[in-house]
């Protein structure tokens, strides 16, 4: 199994999506096999893991992109973008508006993620007229604790794969009031959008996640896969478990449906399963010196 780092764009901050937030994803992937170090970034402007990521021994970055600016430093990227380029598989996550948005530094993975002041979808426009002080992208797919039906593209990607139901396929995510954006550009011919929300305030369709596979160096060298997410939230403690707690700056009521019937999310867990596999198996056929 992949030897993973877990890592927020944010020093320790008690009160803020730090990383014990995403404490049940760290221990789901455990519970699948793999080696799992969690952090935060460092204090200061290089952080001693990132900026070095392509020496460290490690397969996969789940990178939980919840700065509001500057979480990567420019060194910090290129240890990123150098560990693709050997072959790392990379899972992106942000939120809404500008949140996350230091992940247009990282070359083909930002230029998936659309954000209110860098980078903006073509036809933008606020979604979630509730929350006032968040702008767009905000789509709004439903309260946080409950649950959000899946579109899959065809042919169903196997990341959405299950047996858990009949339809072989994996149905509703984590919800959350006001997800990002993230898009497979018509020039990035290695990005395919594999799964699609609907918006329960607008009735808009908006990409809950793209994949990039197949992308190669100038020298032909193969990179490694990666996923991108319209939001953490569909990995964060509070959005599995309400009790867990979250930053007191979430005002949003939380919903129950999670609490109510927590099969729904077990087959969801199949998504993360799936998506530590299909991170690995680019890995395994890299060429790395």
């Not at 942000?94 to 083909?108: P, V, Y």
Request: aromatic letters at 6%.
């Amino acid at each position: 199994m992949a030897k993973i780092l877990l890592q927020t764009t944010i020093v320790d901050i008690p009160d803020d999506w730090n990383v014990d937030r995403f404490s049940l994803l760290a221990e789901e992937l455990r519970r699948a096999g793999h080696e799992v170090t969690t952090r935060n970034r460092d204090v200061g402007e290089v952080d001693s893991k990132l900026s070095r990521l392509d020496t460290l021994g490690y397969d996969q970055l789940w990178l939980m992109a919840v700065d509001t600016g500057g979480g990567l430093s420019p060194q910090d990227a290129a240890g990123i973008v150098r560990f693709r380029e050997r072959g790392g598989g990379i899972l992106t996550a942000r939120d809404h508006e500008d949140l996350g948005s230091c992940l247009l530094s990282l070359g083909s993975i930002g230029r998936l993620n659309h954000f209110h002041d860098q980078n903006p979808e073509p036809d933008a426009c606020r979604d979630d007229h509730h929350t006032r002080d968040i702008s767009w992208p905000n789509y709004h797919s439903g309260s946080n604790g409950d649950y959000q039906p899946v579109v899959a593209s065809e042919p169903l990607h196997e990341v959405l794969q299950t047996t858990r139901v009949p339809s072989g396929r994996i149905e509703w995510f984590p919800a959350h009031p006001h997800e990002g954006a993230v898009s497979a550009p018509p020039d990035v011919p290695w990005a395919r959008v594999i799964a699609c929300g609907r918006s329960t305030v607008t009735g808009r369709r908006f990409n809950l996640a793209v994949c990039l596979d197949g992308e190669t160096t100038s020298d032909g060298r193969q990179l490694g896969r990666a996923v991108a997410c319209s939001t953490f939230h569909h990995f964060a403690d509070m959005n599995w478990d309400t009790e867990a707690g979250a930053p007191s700056f979430v005002t949003e009521p939380p919903g129950d449906e999670i609490k109510r019937d927590p099969t729904r999310l077990a087959v969801f867990k199949d998504y993360v399963h799936n998506i530590g596999r299909w991170l690995a198996m680019e890995r395994a056929h890299a060429n790395t010196p």
